[in-house]
């Protein structure tokens, strides 16, 4: 399975591992990949994703908030 996030496009990152002695080795940062479903309203279904920590966050946090803002109210402002 390869480690990017489906929403975002990010991938593992690389770099060194230094230790006390400062012997530089290579290592890989991987994303924290989670499988998440979503249910989908205008389609009947549920789609299953498999997204980073981050978009996770973004993507709960959007359905939370309405994603355009609603028109202006008409009266009288006092």
Known sequence: MSAHCRLTGAQPVFGKKISHSHRCTSRRFDLDIQTKRYWLPS????????????????VDGSASRPLSPGPEPVGECV
């Open 43 to 58: 389609e009947e279904r549920s789609v299953r994703l498999r997204l980073s920590a981050r978009a996770v966050k973004t």
